[in-house]
């Protein structure tokens, strides 16, 4: 087995946010206009706004699949998710929600965030060719070693960013169609790239 050398800190871990805590967090900051990190102009704040909405519609329709509650249930070690994510970015408020849902199919699983602007140095250890992109999903075992990442988004998004970004559309444009997407996926897309993680985790498929 490969030996595990990334670690998260414990005072990391322990000072990370419950989902709950960072919902509150963004909407307490809104209500003073201001947002999780960087300046907050009117546009930043709109697309916060916007974000809340994303990750409310996002619980109250996302269900995950029988088969994913099947693999899930079959977990018999304790995994620690720590999220590092911001309240301002797009792609988690797309994906957080569903992260969130994966993780309460097991009781073994505990998640938790992190702002990413509050620990460079540790989305500096998780960069996505070269950038500080997020969310960025990591699981832990119980003792904080990093076992797996995910993230900042679903492959064939990813892909769709490449293909808008070569063909030099305007960044509002291709963030507006990436959202459509995200639409349309109803978060399929990262529940099944998840579930294959977890599979190949624990020998599980």
Known sequence: METLTQRVEASVWSNALL?????????TLL???KITSGEATEHMLHYTKLNV??????EKTFVPESRTLDV????GKPLKWLVISEGWCGDAAQTLPVILKLASLNTRIELRIVLRDQH?????QHLTNGTRSIPKLLILDEHNFVLETWGPRPLEAKNLVLDFKAKGLPHDEWVEKIHAWYAKDKGKSAEREIVSIIENLFSLS
């Open 31 to 33: 209500h003073i206009g």
């Open 53 to 58: 909405q994303r990750m409310n519609r996002i």
């Open 19 to 27: 989902y709950a805590d960072y919902r509150k967090l963004i909407n």
């Open 72 to 75: 899930f249930q079959s977990i």
């Open 120 to 124: 460079l140095d540790l989305i500096d």
